[in-house]
């Protein structure tokens, strides 16, 4: 079971080791998420990011306070490509958790009945549908007309691609019948059928065109094409599976409402399974895998939904995923390459990891040439060296990951590898602290991989997102001492013209390059240095700073690089904080743990003492609030984050729960409490607002009582909501 497998390789790692190597699996799938959803040119296969996700998942189940360190559990997608109108999802379209085993599709189902309380004498309806391996797009209808077609993106915000769509066949221009509500919004996957894509690609090979790597990249590139007659000329396809806005109750349950979606004129994924129990999905995920070859499109799993809507509606969603569906993968693959060379990346941290360079090789479809080492003491242990013929995991701990060396393969001149106790990009001492399996650089400032690193998690896609400053950019702009620290970003405004000198070297250089590499002459070389570049790129990335200034608080704390704090933990504190300023003002306070802020630091629920300490810790540093103070100075102004449900009763309320509760369990009541504004706290302070006190309640209710806290019973509590 691959649960299981990371759990055991995960067992013996110390809290250090586990945030480091969160950090470097965070990056690879953040370039992921970058290739496959903006480029449709995937660097992995789905089971290598899903093996990512799932090492990941095992090292914060290990260490629960590290899951917000750019955690891929709260990802989806990356953020819509330049080129095409953003299109806000008035419904966030979401991804699924991961199941790899038997017993992790058991454990789904378990949950579902904790959850929601259910005994297991009680049966649960299931639908389990084939998971296509297409492109995401959600269809939005009024009075039954095609008005609007747009990507996933992020799942926050995609792309405006209605004209392309309406070039595909299986997309209805106006949808049939008379019974759909005068608002929906219909969502499913873009595809093409594998005989489609092989003979599409043989019309491009003789075309003398460049050929697609697989059905997946091809639809994906179709559908977001600039020119819709390039989509029109595609064999895309196009089924229908999930729903978002829409104006008007849609069923009872999932099946019925994929039968209306039929009613309209609309194609399914099928073969879909009604199953009542964990041995009825694995029984249907048998039959899948066995007439796997003879679908004519690519799948790459089954997915498991819950049937009732009612009960999909109280399971809610957690993060990035919902709680009442999963998506069950097929199993990995592996190969052998040859490890040609090992290189030593440095983080932000300063945490030095060694990847693998391998032979190129292709398996599933997808070109696998890099894989992590994670650590020295992995390369003992595996005694890896450079030449060794390797076993390549496209599943399980990383991805890609070396699982093995074939030892009748080794060559005579491999010798043992010896890791670097010097940085290789600024020199400094590379030290191993006791009790840490990761050397980290020494250099800090003065590393320019550490403060590079820094500046590209700070324009990452879940910090400020600013397009167009991707890695080459920022390269160029900090070797061009235009970018050091994050507020010069803010600045180059007022330095365009420095900013397109440096464009202009940067394609002087790989012009006279590309010619020298074919032999060119220098005359010739020197000629096309001449010809002067477009400024496009330069002004798009400045129009992308400019409208980056006011983003949410959360983005804000996530893209400050505080340790063990991401995505997950910058939504907790920003929701607590309300604005920077007070955040600021607080945490400077919390430096004393004696403080009353220290105490309401830590009673937010989801964070520990190792994370509270990271954050006062940062804003004890006079360099770190000199960053923030000038990000003001530049302009940069974070807005709070919206609640959920302005109206509610309890929007921006701190509750705690309390004991047991009768009607709901204690994470169903926490979710419910969660999407109605309210902010749930894990303990009782002078800022809590309301304790609901179940059964059997014990100190937190004497607390309460204590300091005059509001005491509501269970009953209380949800007629409060407007549920009692």
Not at 42 to 48: F, H, L, R, T
Not at 73 to 93: D, E, L, N, S, Y
Not at 442 to 449: D, F, K, N, R, S
Not at 657 to 674: S, Y
Request: with cysteine; glycine share 8%.
């Amino acid at each position: 079971m691959l649960k299981e497998e990371n759990a055991r390789s995960v067992a013996g790692l110390s809290f250090a080791e586990a945030t480091s190597e969160i950090a470097n699996l965070s990056a690879q799938m953040q370039q992921a998420d970058a290739a496959y959803y903006q480029q449709d040119m995937p660097i992995m296969s789905d089971a290598d990011y899903d093996s990512l996700r799932l090492r990941i998942e095992a090292l914060v189940a290990l260490f629960p306070e590290l899951e917000r360190d750019d955690s891929p559990t709260k990802r989806v997608g990356a953020a819509p490509a330049q080129g095409f109108r953003k299109v806000r999802h008035a419904v966030p379209m979401l991804s699924l958790s991961n199941a790899f085993s038997d017993l992790d599709v058991e454990e789904f189902v378990d949950r579902v009945r904790r959850f929601l309380g259910i005994p297991a004498d009680t049966a649960i309806a299931f639908v389990a549908e084939p998971k296509i391996d297409g492109l995401s797009c959600a269809l939005t209808y009024e009075r039954g007309r095609l008005v609007l077609a747009a990507t996933r993106g992020d799942g926050e915000e995609g792309e405006d691609v209605t004209a392309n769509a309406r070039q595909v066949g299986d997309i209805p221009e106006k949808l049939e019948g008379d019974d759909w509500p005068d608002i929906m919004e219909i969502r499913g996957e873009v595809y093409m059928e594998r005989d489609s894509f092989t003979a599409m690609n043989a019309r491009r090979e003789e075309a003398g065109l460049p050929l697609f790597a697989n059905p997946r990249n091809a639809a994906a590139g179709s559908l977001r094409q600039l020119d819709a007659r390039v989509t029109a000329e595609r064999p895309v396809r196009f089924f229908a599976y999930a729903w978002g806005r829409h104006s008007e109750k849609l069923g009872e349950t999932q099946s019925t409402v994929r039968q209306r979606f039929a009613r309209w004129g609309l194609r399914l994924n099928e073969p879909t399974a009604k199953v009542m129990d964990a041995a009825g999905l694995l029984g249907h995920y048998s039959h899948i895998q066995e007439i796997r070859p003879d679908l004519p499109f690519d799948i790459d799993g089954v997915v498991y939904k819950v049937d009732r809507l009612d009960l999909q509606e109280r399971l809610g969603f957690v993060s990035r995923a919902p709680r009442w569906a999963i998506a069950h993968k097929f199993p990995a693959e592996q190969a052998r390459t040859v490890l040609e060379k090992i290189e030593i990346q440095v983080g932000r941290t300063g945490a030095l990891t060694p990847v693998a360079r391998l032979l190129p090789i292709t398996v599933g479809g997808v070109v696998v040439s890099n894989a992590t080492l994670h650590n020295e003491d992995e390369i003992r242990r595996k005694d890896i060296r450079v030449g060794d013929t390797v076993i390549i995991q496209r599943a399980g701990d990383v991805i890609p990951q070396v699982v093995s060396i074939v030892p009748d393969r080794r060559p005579k001149y491999a010798e043992p590898y010896v890791f670097p106790d010097k940085c290789p990009i600024c020199g400094s001492n590379a030290v191993r602290d006791e009790g840490e399996v990761v050397r980290r650089c020494t250099g800090g400032l003065i590393c320019a991989a550490q403060a590079v690193e820094r500046l590209r998690h700070f324009v990452s896609r879940n910090a400020f997102d600013i397009e167009g400053m991707g890695d080459e950019n920022i390269k160029l702009l900090y070797d061009g001492g235009l970018v050091r620290s994050p507020p010069d970003i803010f600045h180059l405004k007022n330095r365009e013209e420095n900013v397109k000198r440096l464009v202009v070297q940067r394609r002087e250089q790989q012009a006279a390059a590309r010619l020298t590499a074919k032999g060119a002459s220098e005359q010739t070389a020197k000629a096309a240095k001449k010809n002067p570049p477009e400024f496009k790129d330069v002004a798009n990335l400045l129009a992308a700073i400019e409208s980056r200034r006011h983003v949410g608080l959360d983005r804000f704390i996530f893209g400050l690089g505080i340790r063990h704090v991401g995505e997950t933990t910058g939504r907790l504190l920003a929701r607590s904080y309300g604005t920077l300023d007070h955040f600021v003002e607080e945490m400077e306070k919390a430096g004393d743990r004696t403080s009353p802020a220290w105490t309401e630091l830590l009673s937010i629920d989801g964070i520990g003492t190792v994370v509270a300490e990271a954050i006062t810790e940062f804003f004890a540093e006079p360099h770190n609030r000199a960053v923030i103070d000038a990000l003001k100075t530049a302009g940069v102004d974070p807005h709070p984050l919206e609640r959920q449900e302005t109206n509610s009763p309890v929007a921006g309320k701190t509750v705690v729960f309390t004991g047991t509760l009768e009607t709901m369990t204690r994470p169903e009541a926490k979710a419910r409490a969660e999407a109605l504004g309210a902010k749930v706290a894990g303990s009782v302070s002078k800022k809590t607002d309301f304790v609901i006190a179940g059964e059997d309640s014990g100190s937190k209710l004497k607390t309460a009582r204590a300091l005059g806290v509001t005491v509501l019973t269970e009953s209380e509590w949800l007629t409060l909501i407007g549920t009692g």
